[in-house]
């Protein structure tokens, strides 16, 4: 990562309160501080360094956690918590005048629908990037990036600035969040009014269960056909491959197939 | 002749210059942060700690005590009285007398210095060192000499007589060397620096409870506030950062090597030697480079590179912070230290500034401590899976119960599941025994001792003060825990944070615990037929809490002949796996705990008994062939006697 110093590169990398998997206690996102430490190594060599910004509540602990990463401020979009962060955050963006936003993939806690970086990205009519595991170069306004791809492969994209990075669980580890320097950061807050999202709050919130496993029924009746269930890779039966029907056909057998599963009733 | 104000001219710009050198010296040491000690009442009792806590520490080696005895004692007899005969000029036989015979007694002392210093073992610093008993002779020999005309022995006339100026010029050169080392060098940074340093070091000792017998191993608690305090930094950065009483501490060491001998790190050859780590200290408080240091280096760094200065951050080019992880928090340095030096405080404390403020604890020490902060364990488990290992143990909750005579602190052996056997043990017996007992069940946090241990004080606190809010709810009288880690932290560490939660609670180590009931005849145990049996004295059991018996007399109940290590009770050797050792994995040429079991096998011992499941986990990671590893309380399982079974045995008989 090699970022051109003879350009002033401005990041703005957007944090939100994380949730641990394990105790559900509120942390520092996973994907959220990771993007705090990219832009951190990006602006390693510059003064006014990274700028990040959080939309919500200024006194949440967690964003102690991203303070203690070596940052002096936190900018915080003070805001009602039923309300809708885009518009706000879209406003600031586009007066901050940011080369570079990074985000997390989705967020932990809230909706977590994924869909904030690209509502802002089409709010600001800037490029998005998906799922970044690093930003390798940023020459003369454009940016080589690397997108992360199942099974640790990667694809080199080049993408002009400024654009919206969503970062991948595969960009480099946070580093330590650090108890000084948490407890000395300014939270610089901004009072806004957002309108309330309204469509959320008609929702009805439940603790998401785990998809049931189909039970395995052995219908082996001898040791042999035993062994061979066992031994023999397993592979997918049924199905079928529609190459050659039309998308009306397509779309009905997909629909079939969720009704008969159940998912559909 | 010229002697008459030649002599006393030469004592008194010595003393003179050995005054400015002190006050220089006191100097350097109150750059530290202030700390609360009584200085009339340490220097009263100075003496008697020199002659009691600090002598008992050298008397274990029987040789160099009665060396030290000799020269010290007689050095500091022969300095009064000089400056009474040769300064003052009192004209009296029974003085001069007195003098010759402390200078005697000194020159005997100085020649087994000397001795000593004609094939000196590697744990010795040289140097300077190298010629200070040479020095100690020339003070006496020439005071000797100087001397004998005011004992009436020579006429005053004597020495011009036969020697003339050849005589006066040799005699006066041998008085300017040994006043040079033995009061210009004491408080201008020579070898006799460590009387000067560590008389003041023994009256204004950080840890005054060390004195008299007592014990105090408990880490100090860390000011959170100084965190958002303008200036305010946590922990050490710079050697201004320790306490003052710290940095006298430092500059008390004789460099014996004592420390270096017994650290483990060392042995392992990684990059850690106590004595240097002191030694870098006293660089960075006086500032300059470690270029003269004539010791042993810390394994695989040069030694010439450090510099340091008062005000100059410490990891920075003093000492590499590998150095610092190195350490396992065992104390064998602290307890084998003659000068009563706090080595494990030094290294927890700059510590602190590597977690707290710079954010860099190395290898899995970020994760451990993350996953502590978000799910009170070291390794990320759910908190709600903390019973898991009891679901068919049928354990009463305090959360029920509210009250019983034994809380049993589970601590996080309870998600290991090697640990989980020894749990299951010790219930097992708690149950023969017929003890009251309830379990905190998932209420119950770490204790917090890897995080204070990795410098992460802040959430040692938060657990602490949580686990202490937790207890105050509920009634018992003692607290018992198979973990010597969590038994520390609890009996020596949360009574630093203003809870009655653990107001005539006592807490006890299992060992002691199932040595009471067996004792009491509570629990009835078979002989034990196994073989040859060792123990591993666990750090904190022994060192910190001084429990070294408990756990021998339950093995000798079961009739085990305990076939002790060469390095067994206050000088056991470290499993490797304390002060949080196993996470940053600082590399070395050899592994710890691979030692510890050589010591186990020259004993020829088929069975190490332990008392600790840290060091369960380290002694068993040990590739076979080897001695099995159990704890003490596994072996009392498998000898306790059913009282059902037995009773049916004898109906049969």
């Known amino acids: 990562m090699q970022p051109n110093s003879s350009q002033k590169l401005k990041i703005v990398t957007l944090v939100s309160v994380g949730k641990h998997p394990q105790s559900g206690r509120v942390r520092r996102a996973d994907q959220d501080s990771r993007a705090v430490e990219l832009g951190l190594r990006l602006s390693a060599d510059q003064a006014d360094g990274l700028v990040v910004l959080h939309a919500g509540d200024p006194n949440e602990p967690s964003l102690r956690s991203y303070a203690g990463m070596g940052l002096t401020a936190i900018n915080v979009l003070q805001l009602d918590p039923a309300a809708d962060a885009v518009a706000p955050l879209g406003e600031q963006l586009h007066q901050s005048g940011a080369d570079i936003v990074l985000t997390g993939v989705r967020a932990e806690s809230g909706e977590g629908s994924g869909m904030l970086p690209y509502q802002l990205a089409e709010k600001l009519g800037w490029s998005i990037v998906p799922r970044v595991a690093d930003i390798v170069s940023v020459k003369e306004g454009v940016a080589e990036v690397l997108q992360a791809l199942p099974r640790g492969q990667r694809r080199a994209v080049k993408v002009r600035l400024p654009f919206i990075a969503s970062i991948d669980t595969a960009a480099p580890m946070a580093r330590q969040s650090a108890f000084g320097p948490a407890q000395r950061a300014a939270m610089t807050v901004t009072v806004v009014n957002a309108e309330t999202d309204t469509l959320r709050q008609s929702w009805h919130e439940a603790v998401a269960k785990k998809r049931p496993k189909r039970l395995k029924v052995i219908k082996a009746k001898t040791a042999a056909e035993r062994f061979k269930a066992a031994t023999a890779k397993s592979q997918s039966e049924g199905g079928r491959i529609m190459k050659q029907e039309s998308a009306g056909e397509q779309a009905q057998a997909i629909l079939d197939l969720l009704v008969e599963e159940g998912v559909l009733r | ?653």
């Open chain 2, 1 to 653: 002749m010229i002697f008459e104000w030649l002599h006393p001219l030469l004592i008194a710009t010595a003393l003179l210059l050995a005054v400015i050198g002190a006050v220089r010296r006191v100097k350097l040491w109150r750059a530290g942060q202030p700390d609360q000690v009584d200085l009339m009442a340490g220097l009263m009792a100075m003496p008697g700690r020199y002659l009691h806590d600090l002598h008992d520490i050298v008397e274990r080696d029987k040789y160099m005590s009665r060396t030290h005895a000799a020269t010290g004692g007689g050095f500091v007899l022969s300095a009064l009285l000089i400056m009474l005969v040769h300064l003052l000029g009192i004209d009296s036989q029974i003085l001069a007398w007195a003098l010759l015979a402390s200078l005697a007694l000194m020159f005997v002392g100085a020649l087994f210095v000397f001795k000593r210093r004609l094939n000196p073992p590697s744990r010795i610093s040289k140097g300077p060192w190298m010629r200070l008993p040479k020095s100690l002779l020339a003070f006496a020999v020439g005071f000797f000499v100087l001397t004998l005309p005011a004992a009436g022995v020579l006429s005053d006339g004597f020495m011009s007589q036969v020697g003339g100026v050849l005589l006066t010029l040799v005699l006066t050169a041998l008085i300017i060397w040994g006043m040079g080392e033995l009061f210009f060098g004491m408080t201008w940074g020579g070898p006799m620096k460590h009387a000067f340093a560590g008389a003041l070091h023994l009256a204004f000792h950080r840890r005054q409870e060390r004195f008299g017998g007592g014990r105090s191993t408990g880490l100090k608690p860390l000011d959170l506030s100084l965190a958002t305090e303008v200036g305010g930094v946590l922990g050490v950065a710079k050697p201004t950062d320790f306490k003052w009483n710290q940095l006298l501490g430092f500059d008390a060491c004789v460099q014996c090597g004592k420390c270096e001998a017994v650290c483990p790190a060392f042995a392992a050859g990684q990059p850690l030697n106590p004595k240097k780590l002191i030694q870098d200290m006293v660089v960075g408080l006086a500032g300059g480079s470690d270029a003269k240091y004539a010791g042993s280096p810390y394994p695989g760094i040069e030694v010439g590179n450090a510099k340091g200065g008062p005000n100059q951050i410490i990891t920075d080019g003093l000492l590499a912070p590998e150095t610092l992880w190195s350490c396992t928090t065992c104390r064998a340095c602290v307890e084998e230290c003659p000068m009563m030096i706090e080595h494990v405080d030094a290294i927890v404390d700059m510590r602190r500034f590597l977690t707290m403020e710079k954010g860099s604890t190395p290898n899995k020490g970020a994760e451990v401590l993350d996953n502590i902060i978000a799910t009170d364990n070291p390794n990320g488990y759910a908190p709600a899976s903390r019973t898991h290992w009891a679901a068919d143990q049928n354990l009463p909750l305090m959360r029920d119960v509210k009250q019983a005579e034994v809380l049993f602190w589970v601590s996080d052996g309870a998600f290991d599941m090697r640990s989980q056997r020894i749990l299951r043990a010790f219930v097992k017996l708690l149950k023969a025994a017929k003890v009251d007992f309830a379990v905190l069940g998932d209420e119950e946090l770490d204790c917090g001792d890897v995080a204070r241990r990795l410098g992460d004080d802040a959430t040692f606190q938060n657990l602490a003060k949580r686990n202490l809010a937790v207890l105050s709810q509920y009634k018992f009288s003692k607290i018992v825990t198979t973990d010597p880690h969590a038994y520390h932290c609890l009996r020596n560490e949360y009574n630093d944070f203003g809870s009655d939660a653990l107001n005539g609670v006592e807490v006890f180590h299992h060992t002691t615990f199932l040595n009471s009931l067996v004792q009491q005849g509570s629990l009835q145990l078979d002989p034990f037929i196994g073989g040859k049996v060792t123990y591993h004295d666990p750090c904190y059991l022994g060192r910190y809490n001084g429990e070294y018996e408990a756990p021998r007399e339950l093995l000798r109940s079961m009739g085990i002949e305990i076939a002790e290590m060469e390095r067994s009770g206050f000088r056991s050797r470290c499993c490797g796996g304390g002060g949080g050792a196993p996470i940053t994995d600082i590399p070395g040429e050899r592994r710890i705990a691979d030692m510890r079991m050589e010591d186990a096998n020259e004993t020829g011992a088929e069975l190490v008994a332990v008392g600790c499941q840290q060091c369960t986990a380290m002694l068993e990671g040990v590739v076979e062939p080897r001695p099995q590893v159990k704890d003490i309380a596994e072996i009392l399982v498998g000898q306790l006697v059913d009282p059902t079974a037995n009773g049916l045995a004898k109906e049969v008989h």
